[in-house]
């Protein structure tokens, strides 16, 4: 559909290769805009051996000056940069890479989610719940996976009738055109992205792009518990049918005695659920309506929910040993990511913080010592993290592995050890994945 076309690519990395891949594919005329030097772009004598055109090391007005049939953009490149608003003035439509896919897949069932937080979890839940029920189902998006990527691998531009599951940030709503979800969902409107967006309301309306293009026999699931939402639910108007989830009110899916029902329907108690937290509850409700509008029985989900993990990382729990147990939240990179694993408890806590030291204030997580039951320091920040901390006890010990025993050592039945290092990993890993898998090496290890 694309042969022949003129397109320009703005910005490689992974979804600017993989909208390459796909343009190439449908045998389109590809122009490469890249910021970058040539020597600094891997691609680079591929690219050009395969006759694209790369014009890199900046944005030159020329080429903005060129007829382009369309634009491909990077969603890390600022809508408001003058070289895209020049675009857009000359009528060039502008995409990111999830919208190209659209256009050039066959039809398929895409159920999109949005929010501030809480997206990678329902995308992951809703993959697994479909996957483990024997669906042809692939997840993309910002959960990590270019869409574009999964076309070609799956050969979606000739087979159609899979479940799409995409994590959509607001960078990728601004730029949609006819991308058409059957089930969507904003799970919640809280302030980011603010270095991005020219205001909040800019980034909220930004949001609620994900249901333009629904039809009245599609579902949208509403979150009745997000006030916020509800305000700009009313100011842009649902063209689809409304399903609505709550864990204080009355909804299609809420709770009730710590049980979660889908339309009167039991699925699941909270006892049975491994993630933890209300706000997982919410996540949980959003996945329930879209795998039962992807026809799945509530009898099935209670039981498939009852074996999901989480997201690796993330609140994610490794074991339970001599009735204690651990969770890895090793992508607790700053103090509001472990304010909220915190909050996620009921149980005591042993709390493991620690790492690079980046200057953060403690104070917010400070003001939560009731919430823990025990402190352990280490690595880089160990002493000044246990001094502003002022919890009592507190453990400080040399490195992770030295507070994983200690940990092992203190904590007693109905506990629970959470790794949730509030800071970056740089001290002593690579990365907070890197972390996260020795902690869980190490918890793993540990004999009874």
Same mark, same amino acid.
């Given at each position: 559909?694309?042969?022949?076309?003129?397109?320009?690519?703005?910005?490689?990395?992974?979804?600017?290769?993989?909208?390459?891949?796909?343009?190439?594919?449908?045998?389109?005329?590809?122009?490469?805009?890249?910021?970058?030097?040539?020597?600094?772009?891997?691609?680079?004598?591929?690219?050009?051996?395969?006759?694209?055109?790369?014009?890199?090391?900046?944005?030159?007005?020329?080429?903005?000056?060129? $007829?382009?049939?369309?634009?491909?953009?990077?969603?890390?490149?600022?809508?408001?940069?003058?070289?895209?608003?020049?675009?857009?003035?000359?009528?060039?439509?502008?995409?990111?890479?999830?919208?190209?896919?659209?256009?050039?897949?066959?039809?398929?069932?895409?159920?999109?989610?949005?929010?501030?937080?809480?997206?990678?979890?329902?995308?992951?839940?809703?993959?697994?719940?479909?996957?483990?029920?024997?669906?042809?189902?692939?997840?993309?998006?910002?959960?990590?996976?270019?869409?574009?990527?999964?076309?070609?691998?799956?050969?979606?531009?000739?087979?159609?009738?899979?479940?799409?599951?995409?994590?959509?940030?607001?960078?990728?709503?601004?730029?949609?055109?006819?991308?058409?979800?059957?089930?969507?969902?904003?799970?919640?409107?809280?302030?980011?992205? &603010?270095?991005?967006?020219?205001?909040?309301?800019?980034?909220?309306?930004?949001?609620?792009?994900?249901?333009?293009?629904?039809?009245?026999?599609?579902?949208?699931?509403?979150?009745?518990?997000?006030?916020? &939402?509800?305000?700009?639910?009313?100011?842009?108007?649902?063209?689809?049918?409304?399903?609505?989830?709550?864990?204080?009110?009355?909804?299609?899916?809420?709770?009730?005695?710590?049980?979660?029902?889908?339309?009167?329907?039991?699925?699941?108690?909270?006892?049975?659920?491994?993630?933890?937290?209300?706000?997982?509850?919410?996540?949980?409700?959003?996945?329930?309506?879209?795998?039962?509008? /992807?026809?799945?029985? /509530?009898?099935?989900?209670?039981?498939?929910?009852?074996?999901?993990?989480?997201?690796?990382?993330?609140?994610?729990?490794?074991?339970?040993?001599?009735?204690?147990?651990?969770?890895?939240?090793?992508?607790?990179?700053?103090?509001?990511?472990?304010?909220?694993?915190?909050?996620?408890?009921?149980?005591?806590?042993?709390?493991?913080?620690?790492?690079?030291?980046?200057?953060?204030? &403690?104070?917010?997580?400070?003001?939560?010592?009731?919430?823990?039951?025990?402190?352990?320091?280490?690595?880089?920040?160990?002493?000044?993290?246990?001094? $502003?901390?002022?919890?009592?006890?507190?453990?400080?010990?040399?490195?992770?592995?030295?507070?994983?025993?200690?940990?092992?050592?203190?904590?007693?039945?109905? $506990?629970?050890?959470?790794?949730?290092?509030?800071?970056?990993?740089?001290?002593?890993?690579?990365?907070?994945?890197?972390?996260?898998?020795?902690?869980?090496?190490?918890?793993?290890?540990?004999?009874?």
């Amino acid at each position: 559909m694309f042969k022949g076309k003129k397109v320009l690519v703005l910005g490689l990395a992974r979804s600017g290769n993989a909208a390459v891949r796909l343009l190439e594919h449908c045998h389109a005329t590809i122009t490469i805009n890249e910021s970058k030097q040539p020597q600094d772009i891997p691609e680079y004598d591929d690219y050009v051996s395969r006759g694209f055109e790369m014009v890199c090391g900046g944005q030159p007005d020329e080429l903005f000056e060129r $007829d382009f049939d369309f634009v491909i953009k990077n969603p890390g490149i600022n809508y408001h940069a003058p070289f895209i608003l020049r675009l857009k003035e000359r009528g060039i439509p502008v995409y990111t890479e999830v919208e190209l896919g659209y256009q050039v897949a066959k039809p398929q069932n895409y159920i999109a989610i949005t929010g501030t937080n809480g997206k990678t979890t329902t995308v992951s839940l809703i993959h697994d719940i479909l996957q483990k029920a024997g669906h042809k189902v692939h997840i993309c998006g910002n959960f990590g996976i270019p869409y574009c990527d999964v076309i070609m691998d799956h050969h979606l531009d000739e087979e159609e009738g899979h479940d799409i599951v995409v994590e959509m940030s607001n960078f990728q709503l601004i730029d949609i055109d006819t991308f058409t979800p059957q089930i969507a969902s904003v799970l919640n409107l809280t302030p980011d992205h &603010l270095d991005y967006m020219a205001s909040l309301d800019e980034y909220y309306a930004s949001k609620m792009r994900i249901y333009m293009n629904q039809r009245p026999e599609h579902i949208m699931i509403n979150n009745l518990d997000d006030d916020v &939402l509800q305000t700009y639910l009313r100011d842009y108007p649902v063209p689809s049918t409304i399903e609505t989830f709550s864990v204080t009110k009355e909804a299609d899916c809420m709770l009730k005695d710590n049980t979660i029902y889908y339309k009167g329907e039991k699925v699941i108690n909270r006892k049975d659920i491994r993630i933890v937290g209300l706000h997982n509850v919410s996540n949980i409700m959003a996945a329930i309506i879209a795998c039962a509008h /992807c026809g799945i029985d /509530c009898a099935t989900l209670g039981q498939l929910i009852a074996t999901f993990r989480g997201v690796e990382h993330r609140i994610e729990f490794v074991r339970e040993l001599d009735g204690v147990s651990y969770y890895n939240d090793s992508k607790g990179t700053n103090v509001d990511a472990t304010v909220i694993a915190l909050k996620a408890f009921e149980e005591p806590v042993i709390l493991l913080i620690g790492g690079f030291e980046k200057g953060l204030d &403690l104070k917010p997580m400070a003001e939560l010592k009731d919430n823990i039951k025990a402190l352990i320091t280490y690595g880089a920040t160990r002493e000044r993290f246990a001094k $502003d901390m002022g919890v009592d006890p507190t453990y400080i010990e040399l490195n992770l592995e030295a507070a994983c025993n200690r940990a092992k050592a203190i904590a007693t039945v109905g $506990d629970v050890v959470l790794l949730s290092p509030s800071t970056s990993s740089f001290d002593e890993f690579k990365s907070y994945e890197h972390r996260g898998r020795v902690f869980k090496d190490i918890v793993n290890h540990f004999e009874q």
